[in-house]
């Protein structure tokens, strides 16, 4: 096993694993009466991220990691990390709703409007580079830009029409 393979095979496990909670706190929320905003583009999301994932694994798995990009990366996990901790139970990858709850202005939030997606951005840059595949972290920077838009316009728009309640979403 390479460097590079065990690194990609964390971050798949990471993901895998993100998807399981998501999917877990999504189930609650609903429960509770929460509704999920625009999941339209949900998919588009989803191909996106899986094609950056199989892109790094078919080209990068026998690279040597540059360790500064590594670094970098590990200080994004661990901002990862905060936000999910922020959130708690309220982290999902869908825009849920949930009536009556006051937006999260902890932690992350307090600086950005949209912390999750600062770190997403800097993982579908940075990841790339660690492996030595600058192209894919131009393309999938692009790719990922269009998905952002896409999702940064709807959860605002649901912030819009649900005054008072919280939405907040991960990828």
Do not use: C, K
Request: net charge positive; hydrophobic share 55%; proline share 6%.
């Amino acid at each position: 096993m390479t460097a590079a393979e065990f690194i990609l095979g964390l971050v798949t496990l990471q993901r895998a694993g993100e998807l399981v909670l998501s999917h877990f706190n999504t189930r609650r929320l609903l429960a509770r009466g929460a509704v999920e905003v625009a999941p339209r583009h949900y998919p588009l999301m989803v191909a996106v991220h899986t094609a950056w994932l199989i892109a790094l694994w078919v080209f990068g798995h026998d690279q040597p990691p540059n360790i500064i990009a590594l670094l970098l990366y590990l200080v994004l996990q661990l901002l990862r990390l905060w936000v999910m901790r922020t959130l708690g139970a309220r982290w999902t990858t869908g825009i849920i709703v949930l009536p009556g709850q006051p937006l999260v202005s902890a932690g992350p939030y307090r600086y950005l409007s949209h912390p999750n997606y600062a770190v997403v951005i800097g993982e579908i840059a940075v990841l790339p580079l660690v492996l030595g595949l600058p192209w894919l972290a131009v393309l999938f920077t692009i790719l990922n830009a269009a998905v952002l838009t896409i999702r940064i316009r709807a959860e605002n728009r649901a912030l819009a029409e649900w005054r008072g309640i919280t939405v907040r979403a991960a990828s």
